[in-house]
């Protein structure tokens, strides 16, 4: 139902846009996030996004490099990334929330992607 798409190899300061297209069910009205998760790492959290785009957060790492919006017409949600560093490599997932919780954990999210892959070399 969510799938993310967007992932490659990029040189480190480079740029990439992730976008979770949502099918099957509309999650207009759930707060979306993103997460990553690193080879032999917990999934983190990134950032996320209120239903109506009004409200986002983002972990602290990611703040200023990262942009996360949502176009509810198009079902989708995407996360800009700039400034890249090797250290976020990682899977990146997207996920959505149907109830209220902290936006930065991932217990709080009940449906998820299958990840797209974000590479970056130095």
């Known amino acids: 139902q969510l799938q993310a798409s967007g992932g490659g190899l990029v040189q480190a300061g480079g740029s990439l846009r992730l976008s979770c297209a949502a099918s099957?069910?509309?999650?207009?009205?759930?707060?979306m996030g993103w997460f990553r998760q690193a080879p032999g790492k917990e999934r983190e959290f990134v950032a996320a996004i209120s239903y109506n785009g009004g409200s986002t957060v983002y972990a602290d790492s990611m703040k200023g490099r990262f942009t996360i919006s949502r176009d509810n017409a198009k079902n989708t949600v995407y996360l800009q990334m700039t400034s890249l560093k090797p250290e976020d490599t990682a899977v990146y997932y997207c996920?959505?929330?149907?109830?209220?919780?902290?936006?930065?954990?991932?217990?709080?999210?009940?449906?998820w992607g299958q990840g797209t892959l974000v590479t970056v070399s130095s």
């Open positions: 996920a959505a929330s149907s109830r209220p919780g902290r936006p930065s954990s991932t217990n709080g999210y009940d449906y």
């Open positions: 099957g069910r509309s999650f207009r009205s759930n707060r």
